[in-house]
């Protein structure tokens, strides 16, 4: 079986790691853009817990696949430092203030994306402060691993940078789309400034550690008491 897996092409990786990753989730992302009516939450807080099981198995079965494979978390750039920690929070502030200037734009200029973003209601209900916690912690380290440490380190060099990067976002708008104009908004940039800056530097926890700022704080704001 170790032999099989080995054997297997860069393509069949891809597919394999892109789709168990992401395909349920950029399927049903699709199918609550179309279906959802504005105004309705999106997520409920059992739907946390329940994607929190969900990236943890993924992360886990992916994760040993691609050990299996001869990736290393050398080869993704994941080395947790102060410096680097530090340069997550200036990612993050960087972000922020482009997602005010894109939203000022959006909003001035689009009544449909001002609408949208008055009716927007992620939750409904509340949260329980372990699972914000948690979620905050597993998915940003979930999606920046396979979007950015795996996807564009596996395209970087077969395809050039400006792809990889290309598809990476593409991939996060995808699994985004149940956000309507809001997160196209929001996730556009983001997805930009952080696949760029990993494309160029090559290191991720900067990223996750972005993430988590905008995971976590969105989130808190739903935590039970």
């Known amino acids: 079986m170790l032999k099989l897996l080995r054997a297997l092409s860069p393509r069949d990786e891809l597919i394999i790691v892109v789709g168990g990753a992401f395909g349920y989730s950029i399927v049903g992302s699709i199918l609550i853009a179309f279906t959802n009516k504005p105004g309705a939450p999106l997520f409920s807080g059992s739907d946390f817990k329940r994607l929190l099981v969900e990236e943890l198995i993924v992360l886990v079965v992916l994760t040993t696949f691609l050990r299996i494979r001869g990736w290393t978390v050398e080869r993704i750039g994941l080395g947790p430092s102060l410096r680097e920690t530090l340069l997550g929070l200036g990612l993050a502030l960087i972000i922020i203030f482009?997602?005010?200037a894109v939203w000022i734009v959006a909003a001035g200029t689009s009544s449909h994306a001002l609408?949208?973003?008055?009716?927007?209601?992620?939750?409904?209900?509340?949260?329980?402060?372990?699972?914000?916690?948690?979620?905050?912690?597993?998915?940003?380290?979930?999606?920046?691993?396979?979007?950015?440490?795996y996807l564009v380190t596996a395209l970087?060099?077969?395809?050039?940078?400006?792809?990889a990067i290309n598809i990476s976002v593409g991939i996060r708008l995808l699994c985004h789309l149940y956000q309507g104009i809001v997160g196209v908004i929001f996730i556009v940039p983001f997805g930009l400034i952080l696949t760029y800056w990993y494309a160029r530097e090559g290191r991720l926890w900067p990223l996750i550690v972005a993430h988590v700022v905008f995971d976590f704080f969105p989130l808190l704001a739903y935590a039970s008491n």
Request: proline fraction near 7%; glycine fraction near 8%.
């Open 98 to 100: 482009t997602h005010m």
């Open 115 to 149: 609408a949208a973003g008055q009716n927007f209601n992620f939750v409904e209900g509340t949260i329980e402060p372990a699972v914000v916690i948690a979620v905050s912690i597993v998915n940003p380290i979930f999606e920046e691993l396979f979007l950015c440490g």
């Open 156 to 163: 970087k060099d077969r395809a050039g940078p400006r792809t």
